[in-house]
């Protein structure tokens, strides 16, 4: 989606708000104990209350509402019976739509007790992202995302799951520009344009370097088997940088 308009970009501020408190509601929630069908339940809970309707079952048939992904899990991970535990790495993903806008986000977390290792790896996980985010203005490369992204990842010793992309929002949960690498890409000539909205979101891996699926159809694991980080904004394109969509706070404009 391109902005054209105010009522356009409020319509996202609407939708952005709301996914990014329902995962601050979630992240906040998450204790040992709950299995992630509870978790699931608060998201639920949340977008019902803000009358926004959940992206992943409206626009896929996702068996959840939001996708809750544990350890060895990565992204897409379906709700239900498993349990947290203490030390488990937590992904969540939050995606809905409100008034026909559509908005993600999402974010790794460690139930304590955590240790250096993955405290490092979800502190730089952030930072990669955000380093996306910087390399955001009109008429820049979308390539050089993924070209920052990559120089920050290598230089720190990480990889970089690069068959799950950053991808353009808006009026659908997936729509142009198509995907957007994370991760170096100089085939990409594509240039970014003033409006545009999408998302930013590297999967910063300590080995991983793709994304196999699961047995259930939806689930997607690390290949080779690696820790593996996401962290996610719904951002607009400006003249001189971005807006973030997804900053908790209130949900009207």
């Not at 977008?47 to 992943?56: F, Q, S, V, Y």
């Not at 030390?87 to 995606?95: A, F, L, P, R």
């Not at 991808?167 to 594509?190: K, Q």
């Amino acid at each position: 989606m391109t902005i054209t308009n105010q009522a356009e970009l409020d319509g996202l501020k609407i939708i952005g708000r709301i996914v990014a408190n329902t995962l601050r509601d979630m992240t906040a929630a998450l204790e040992p104990g709950m299995t992630t069908a509870e978790l699931d339940e608060i998201g639920r809970a949340h977008l019902d209350r803000e009358g926004a309707i959940p992206a992943p079952s409206a626009t896929y048939g996702f068996p959840g509402t939001t996708c809750i992904s544990v350890n060895e899990e990565i992204a897409h991970g379906i709700p239900g019976p498993r349990v947290i535990a203490p030390g488990d790495m937590v992904n969540i993903d939050v995606s809905a739509s409100k008034d026909g806008y559509f908005a993600d986000t999402g974010a790794s977390v460690v139930v304590p007790p955590s240790d250096a290792a993955r405290d490092r790896l979800c502190r730089d996980g952030r930072r990669a992202m955000q380093i996306g985010i910087s390399q955001v203005a009109a008429g820049k490369p979308l390539a050089g995302i993924g070209t920052a992204i990559g120089r920050f990842a290598s230089g720190r010793g990480y990889t970089l799951i690069r068959n799950l992309a950053s991808h353009g929002v808006g009026r659908s949960l997936h729509e142009y520009p198509g995907e957007i690498a994370t991760w170096p890409d100089r085939r990409d000539t594509r240039r970014i344009t003033k409006g545009l909205v999408f998302t930013i979101e590297p999967f910063l891996s300590t080995g991983g370097i793709a994304a196999t699926d699961g047995l259930d159809g939806w689930t997607l694991y690390s290949d080779p088997p690696a820790p593996v980080v996401q962290y996610e904004h719904t951002i607009v394109a400006l003249k001189r940088g971005a807006t973030i969509l997804t900053l908790p706070g209130q949900a009207a404009p």
